[in-house]
């Protein structure tokens, strides 16, 4: 069984997001960047699954600028064993990442597709479930269990009641809740071996697809900011502030 | 122009989440259907058709729609799509499995997670994790979109009349089969809608000691909520996560007791109208976004936060 996981180059998510005074976007430069924290969860299970037996190779798939291609390199560091980065210049919005991916798969003819559930920078949730739709694949999307079955896998999902279990037959392409796993980190010498894995890089022009934005980015702006609140000395002047101030209880 | 909104429900009731979206989506144009797939959902139907908002209701059943599986939702969808001009639903776990599906056979780039609708085609959706706000217009002909529940209230659930119009079932899917959901039940109110939520972090140090929190939350009919390291470091479980991974609430009042503060929990939480930050460290980010912060060791404050409460002659419920 073959296993493509696309990984994204985000904005770390310890950083504080700072907004561009233009109104165009928020602050990129000097920033410090990482893998798109489910992604590493998708790229753990994936490992795990081959790890195994259940699996004979992952494949680790990134679309971005020169610089995404460190998100498969690290993929390719915890156990990837070959990586494909597909070259943009521009930020693709995720129906364009996942016409991509549709050609990768179609090339590749992977029996799973992982993911993140969702990228902490545009905060989409959308690029999963596009790909599954394009190839008219079942989805199984929120994982946090995963069981390989004969031809089908058994999927427990994170929905707002609790948990839900569905069964997909493969192929079929699944995002991954943080919960999915706990991501290994990538030892010394895996980094040092990583090194020599191959990394195919296609440009996104080549593979014939529109990618063509579709929704203009008028304004980006700071949230409004919390007027600046009180600290209060005691629990007493804190329960009559919520009564007779704020009127809340 | 017309908007098709896809209602949630459990084939009883309407989910609460699909009355918010129903306010957003007659927002975008007051000609608002509402399509509903499911099982023996005639009670739902009638429901949802009581709603004043609502123009009509297409009411899809059959036997394949008992549980929701989105392959089999969007077939269902698709059938209906040439009508409107925009498809919407809910941005919660339902809508954010559901509408990419529909969006990408449609070719169409969805706009996930609004918070305000400016005009039919443009949107206010925050990114970042709410770290910041983002204006974007749509230019698709079409437009799929999902509505963040909480920035909008709930529509009005009685004095309509809309017509129920019966429609035919599309195909159903082999690949994908529904086994179990695990329903967590509780008499408390549900995180995402209730009035008031207390949650409690990893000062709590035990989940024992979560009952301390518990107490304050029967006594304000409040529920309780958690930071993403009480759930990782197995004090509470996880539907209780309040923050960019786990649930967006916007309650009246929010209680923060032993949380620090980290940008991925005040992503959950930072749009309640009051909050409260009970915390022994003065310095935590948590005080940056409260209205009211007390500088307290927890498990001398919470004890002392119920006295009070129970001095009180009246506690709003």
Not at chain 1, 33 to 51: F, L, R
Not at chain 1, 81 to 87: E, T
Not at chain 1, 190 to 207: F, T
Request: hydrophobic share 40%; glycine share 6%.
């Amino acid at each position: 069984m073959k296993i493509l996981v696309a990984v994204k180059r985000v904005i770390d998510y310890n950083v504080q997001i700072r907004v561009k005074e233009d109104g165009s976007g928020v602050v990129t430069d000097n920033v410090k960047m990482s893998t798109n924290p489910p992604d590493d969860n998708a790229i753990e299970e994936a490992v795990k699954i081959k790890e195994a037996g259940k699996a004979s190779e992952i494949i680790a798939v990134t679309v971005g600028e020169e610089k995404a291609q460190e998100t498969v390199r690290k993929a390719l560091a915890v156990g990837a064993d070959r990586g494909i980065h597909i070259k943009v210049d521009s930020v693709l919005e995720p129906l364009a990442v996942s016409k991509i991916l549709k050609k990768i798969v179609e090339k590749e003819n992977p029996d799973l597709v992982f993911m993140g559930k969702q990228a902490i920078d545009d905060d989409c949730n959308q690029t999963g479930q596009m790909l599954a739709a394009h190839l008219n694949w079942p989805q199984a999307t929120f994982a946090s269990k995963i069981e390989v079955k004969e031809n089908s896998l058994e999927v427990t999902r994170e929905v707002d009641e609790g948990l839900e279990t569905i069964e997909v037959n493969t192929p079929a392409i699944v995002t991954c809740d943080l919960r999915l796993n706990e991501p290994r980190y990538a030892s010394l010498p895996n980094i040092m071996k990583a090194k020599k894995k191959p990394i195919e890089q296609i440009n996104a022009s080549d593979l014939g697809v529109d990618t063509n934005p579709r929704i203009e980015h008028i304004k980006i702006e700071e949230p409004p900011k919390r007027k600046a609140g009180i600290k209060v000395a005691s629990v007493e002047e804190l329960v009559q502030k919520l009564k007779n101030e704020a009127k809340v209880i | 122009m017309s908007v098709l909104l896809i209602a949630e429900h459990n084939n009883k009731e309407v989910k609460s989440f699909t009355l918010n979206a129903i306010t957003a989506a007659s927002q975008i144009d007051q000609d608002l259907h509402v399509l509903l797939i499911g099982h023996n959902a005639d009670d739902v139907a009638k429901s949802l058709s009581e709603v004043p908002l609502v123009k009509k209701v297409l009411h899809m059943d059959n036997e394949i729609y008992e549980n929701y599986i989105a392959e089999n939702y969007t077939s269902a969808i698709l059938k209906h799509a040439d009508k409107y001009s925009h498809i919407v639903c809910s941005a919660n776990t339902f809508g954010k499995n559901l509408m990419p599906r529909i969006a990408a056979l449609l070719d169409i780039s969805q706009v996930s997670d609004i918070i305000k609708v400016i005009s039919p085609d443009t949107f206010l959706r925050p990114i970042y994790a709410g770290n910041a706000f983002a204006t974007v217009k749509s230019n698709d002909d079409k437009k799929c979109i999902t509505i963040r529940p909480t920035s909008f209230e709930a529509a009005e659930t009685t004095g309509g009349s809309a017509e129920i119009e019966k429609v035919d079932a599309a195909d159903k899917t082999e690949n994908t089969k529904f086994v179990n959901r695990e329903e967590i039940k509780s008499d408390r109110p549900e995180l995402g809608t209730a009035r008031i939520v207390i949650s409690g972090g990893r000062g709590l140090q035990s989940g024992e000691n979560f009952k301390l929190i518990t107490d304050v939350a029967d006594k304000l009919n409040a529920a309780i909520g958690a930071s993403r390291a009480a759930v990782d470091a197995g004090y509470i479980t996880n539907e209780h996560q309040v923050g960019q991974t786990g649930k967006v609430v916007v309650p009246d009042l929010y209680i923060a007791v032993g949380i620090s503060g980290a940008i991925q929990h005040l992503a959950g939480m930072k749009e309640s109208k009051v909050i409260v930050a009970i915390n022994k460290d003065g310095e935590a980010p948590i005080f940056s976004v409260a209205d009211y912060g007390l500088e307290a060791d927890l498990f001398e404050a919470l004890p002392q936060f119920l006295e009070e409460l129970n001095k009180l002659n009246t506690i709003q419920k």
